[in-house]
């Protein structure tokens, strides 16, 4: 999961910072942190990803396809970074 999947499934979920970081049981600072690109122990990140998860966001790989409708957005050049 990079930065623009985070804001783009919080979103979609109208989840407001404070409560993904209830859902993921980290601090809001710290999913704010990892929407500014901020590098956080892969732990972290995960527990992150698996709260959007539960809520029905399914994360895919760059290049992969959704079988159904969905939505793909590419990263403004210069502005892909990961954090793993």
Do not use: H, N, Y
Request: proline letters at 7%; charged letters at 25%.
């Amino acid at each position: 999961m990079d930065v623009m999947q985070c804001r783009a499934a919080r979103a979609m979920l109208s989840l407001g910072v404070r409560e993904l970081a209830a859902l993921a049981g980290v601090s809001p600072d710290t999913v704010a942190r990892l929407e500014r690109g901020a590098t956080l122990k892969p732990v972290t990140v995960k527990r992150i990803q698996a709260a959007l998860e539960a809520r029905g966001v399914v994360f895919l790989d760059p290049g992969d396809r959704a079988p159904g409708p969905g939505l793909s957005l590419e990263a403004p050049s210069g502005q892909g970074r990961t954090v793993d």
